[in-house]
């Protein structure tokens, strides 16, 4: 599929879940329907009514038929035909032992029950609801949601041991609330060319909450922790995200190709990076990364996003890199980048935002306590921005480089043990307003490496720098 088209397809699949024109309707309920009853304790063989109960449960349950199963294990597998539902009246296990798939719905309702065994618990086919239902020991997945079929699941349990995915969905939608999954799992829900939406879902131990491949997807307030993998990944397709913690995960959140809408996520922990999108397009706002791992807080790469309220906190190596592509960072507060690792041969120094070979735009920038420089500009990267202020950087405040140009309306430097502005290597810099209050020169422009700097108010407690690289901006 080339670019253009994707983008397309991304862009309807988005529109198609959160217009609501793919939520799902409710299983239709026949006004009459029969209504069967099994018990596996029963003293007796019965004729299936209340009183006189089966002890054995149909295979294979006829369209609009209700049974009704006691406390008990029911061996499978069972067959679900449209209109029909299992409804389990107490502890009610339903099992495979050996391969095969226990239940088969089609147009059904499962209700209080515990699927257990067999290669696979549920396979839906047509629109199938499922509630309070708890599957557990299959060899793969919990339930598979294949091409054009619908599910509506809710108070859901899935534990595995296996590494298989929780739910599968291929080519079909499903709707997911209020549900968990416990356990050694690959990843607790995989779409691939469907759609999902997740509301208060959970994950513990499962590498993945999410996985996601050319398709529609909609959390809200949903956590995955405890994974050795991304806590959400979404290759392709659209990814609209309202709550989301990540706690322990290889990485918060990892796009590539994707639509993305990000809103009140949080990261801490994560092994290698709280956010990584590679040529992503879209928006993230309220976002909080908290002790990111050797590969930095934030990693934008070739994407064209707005970033609105970022919050990085002791990260490894840096604390928001951009690399590439187009960036609008409306609000950003960075506090306490260390160094560690590095980055073609050379060490990462620990620096608050990195911009390389890309276009930001900043509205307000701030950061703090970082082992390297505050903003660092480089391989012909643009900035332009009106606030930044830096408290306590181990290099220069802002360092500009490599044929970058850096334009800042107003330049805050506190205890940098640098420049507050260094600009080197055919760097360019206009600073309108520029307070420091460093030990070192407020400006250090190399200008045998092509530097030049236009300087505008300088506020700072000794004499203006003289250099002649350096120019006088008039107001």
Sequence with gaps: MDSDRRWVVADLLLCA??????????????????????????????????????????????????????????????????????????????????????????????????????????????????????????????????????????????????????????????????????????????????????????????????????SGLVIEASSAAGGRGPGLFAAGGSLKVRGLSVVGQEYGIEASGAVIDLDSVSTTGSQLSGVALERCTGRVGRLQVDHAGPLGGVQLLGSVVTLEDVHVSDSAAMGLLIRLGTVSLLRAQIDRVRSEGTAGGEPLLGDGLQV????LKIGSLKVSDVEGSGLYVSAAASVVAELVEVDRSGAGAVVVERGSQVRVARLVSRAARGPALLVTDGGQARVVELEASGAELPIWAECAEGARVQLGALKWAGERPASRCVERLEP
């Design 17 to 214: 879940v959160l217009s609501g024109c793919v939520t799902m309707a409710p299983v239709d309920r026949p006004s009459a329907h029969d209504d069967w009853w099994v018990d596996a304790y029963a003293t007796e063989a019965g004729e299936g009514s209340r009183e006189r109960p089966w002890k054995v449960a149909p295979s294979r349950v006829p369209p609009a038929t209700w049974v009704h199963l006691a406390s008990g294990l029911y061996r499978g597998p069972f067959e679900l035909a449209p209109g029909a539902r299992l409804i389990g009246e107490g502890t009610a296990v339903v099992f495979l032992e050996g391969a095969g798939t226990v239940v088969v719905a089609q147009d059904a309702r499962l209700e209080h029950l515990s699927i257990q065994g067999g290669s696979l618990g549920l396979e839906v086919r047509g629109r199938v609801e499922a509630a309070e239902v708890h599957f557990s020991g299959h060899r793969g997945s919990a339930a598979r949601v294949g091409p054009g079929a619908l599910a509506a699941f809710t108070g859901l349990t899935v534990e595995g041991s296996t590494g298989q995915d929780g739910l599968l969905v291929v080519g079909g939608g499903m709707e997911l609330g209020r549900s968990r999954f416990i356990g050694a799992l690959q990843r607790a829900v995989k779409v691939e060319r469907g759609w999902a939406r997740l509301t208060a879902v959970s994950s513990e131990g499962a590498a993945s909450l999410v996985h996601g491949v050319e």
């Design 356 to 359: 390389r070979d890309a276009t």
